[in-house]
């Protein structure tokens, strides 16, 4: 069965507090998503990463950044936390698809992280 | 205008209602579209897919795709108080190599089926 585990469920930090959230893959995919998703905006990407030290910004990358060292781990750091970062986050992964129809575009979800920032 | 437009909802119906969910779109390019369902305090999962223009049915839900007009439908029949959860549409390139893994979502929509 395929597994996005996502390091916390709930998280409460402090204003400035640097804060990392941690993602892990059992599917040997290639590409590994970081969105945050809020009542009326939907889910907004942050960054993703489509192979191991590479990463690309997404739709908000601002205050955040990410680092993947290993294939099956995407972290989302937050330098110093702000009260509008508090937040659902998702952790995706994705296999690559190189040819049109060759396979599935599916992204599989964690169960998310509700980050409060106080 | 944004890439994807979704109706904003919430949508409340009876038990046993027909629901129709619906998603616009900008670009041409899309070719790939999908429909996620998120249940309450968990992440989405992906409930149907489409490749291109047509129709695909699975049970209880059919999934349409209308790329002369950008517009794409999730249809549930027969509803049933176990559908209620936030209903995302997704569209991608066709690619999903490199920059062109992402996928695009709609803001979700979220449904409540009433007993």
């Known amino acids: 069965d395929v597994k996005v585990t996502q390091s916390s469920r709930y998280l409460v930090k402090r204003t400035g507090e640097k804060v990392f959230l941690e993602c892990v893959q059992d599917m040997d995919h290639e590409n590994m998503f970081w969105y945050r998703q809020d009542p009326g905006l939907g889910l907004r990407l942050i960054y993703f990463s489509y192979d191991v030290k590479m990463k690309e910004k997404g739709d908000i990358p601002e205050g955040y950044s990410v680092s993947r060292e290993k294939k099956e781990r995407f972290s989302l750091i937050l330098e110093s936390a702000s009260t509008n970062q508090t937040s659902m986050y998702l952790c995706a992964s994705s296999r690559t698809v190189l040819r049109w129809l060759a396979g599935s575009y599916e992204q599989y979800f964690g169960p998310g992280t509700r980050l409060t920032v106080t | ?115």
Not at chain 2, 28 to 57: I, V
């Open chain 2, 1 to 115: 205008q944004k890439e994807v437009e979704q109706d904003p909802g919430p949508l409340s119906v009876p038990e046993g209602a027909i629901v129709s969910l619906n998603c616009t779109y900008s670009n041409s390019a899309f070719q790939y579209f999908m429909w996620y369902r998120q249940y309450s305090r968990k992440g989405p999962e992906l409930l149907m897919y489409t490749y291109s223009s047509g129709n695909k049915e699975d049970g209880r839900f059919t999934a349409q795709v209308d790329k002369s007009s950008k517009y794409i439908s999730l249809f549930i029949r027969d509803s049933q108080p176990s559908d209620s959860a936030t209903y995302l549409c997704a569209m991608s390139v066709g690619k999903a190599n490199g920059a062109n893994s992402k996928l695009t979502f709609g803001k979700g929509i979220t449904l409540s089926v009433r007993p």
